[in-house]
């Protein structure tokens, strides 16, 4: 099984709203990953977990908060977003996060919209 | 990070072999060619890498200049399917965990 899953493929919410992005795979990966990418753009890198602990945060607002409850399992809790964070959101998973065994596998995305 | 430079567009014949060159000129010894692909409106998908030797696997062939300052992605035969954004990535082989994504290639295949 090579597939991650990414729930919901689509979301819409209010700036007001909590919603959360749900990522999960089952390969046995030890890395996972969160991109934003907005239209006609490349992903760009939000979060890393390594091994369960997060290991990259690229200066991402605290209205995003990543969670790793297992090995298996990658949340994005979302509070009081802006318009402007409205994009397709990618998770990915790699064996490990450094070294040739790198090779990173994307979920679907989650297409979200802030009203 | 090592930047990488793509063409921004390419056009390629169904059937005949995709060439996607990508420029890599300030890459350091101990850093990967990775190679991905986005479809219309799917994640991003995994094609090949390689450290200084050419490979080759089910998808594509990556074939490095001996100088390893660039590289080209070839498809043997090209399909519709293939037409995506091709990104080239060079990231190290050890330590940091950081896959930046350029502007990448959109290659349109057409029949």
């Known amino acids: 099984d090579t597939e991650v899953t990414q729930t919901p493929k689509h979301l819409v919410m209010g700036m007001t709203n909590k919603k959360s992005l749900k990522c999960e795979q089952h390969?046995?990966?030890?890395?996972m990953y969160w991109y934003k990418q907005k239209a006609k753009k490349p992903p760009e890198l939000m979060f890393v977990?390594?091994?369960?602990?997060?290991?990259i945060n690229e200066s991402v607002p605290s209205r995003f908060s990543p969670e790793c409850p297992n090995s298996s399992l990658l949340n994005l809790h979302l509070h009081a977003l802006q318009p402007e964070d409205s994009a397709l959101y990618l998770c990915?998973?790699?064996?490990?996060?450094?070294?040739?065994?790198?090779?990173?596998?994307f979920g679907p995305g989650t297409r979200l919209t802030v009203t | 990070d090592a930047k990488t430079t793509q063409p921004p567009s390419m056009d390629c014949a169904e059937g005949r072999a995709a060439n996607l060159p990508c420029n890599h000129s300030?890459?350091?010894?101990?850093?990967?060619v990775y190679w991905y692909r986005q479809i219309h409106s799917q994640g991003p998908q995994y094609i090949i890498h390689?450290?200084?030797n050419n490979e080759t696997n089910e998808m594509a062939s990556l074939i490095i200049t001996e100088d390893r300052k660039s590289s080209t992605l070839i498809l043997p035969h090209a399909t519709l399917r293939d037409t995506a954004v091709y990104y080239c990535?060079?990231?190290?082989?050890?330590?940091?965990?950081?896959?930046?994504f350029g502007a990448g290639t959109r290659l349109f295949v057409k029949a």
């Open positions: 390689g450290l200084k």
């Open positions: 990535i060079v990231r190290p082989n050890t330590g940091g965990f950081k896959t930046i």
């Open positions: 990915a998973s790699s064996q490990v996060a450094r070294g040739p065994l790198n090779e990173q596998y």
């Open positions: 300030t890459i350091s010894g101990n850093e990967y």
């Open positions: 977990y390594s091994y369960e602990k997060l290991s």
């Open positions: 390969m046995g990966h030890r890395a």
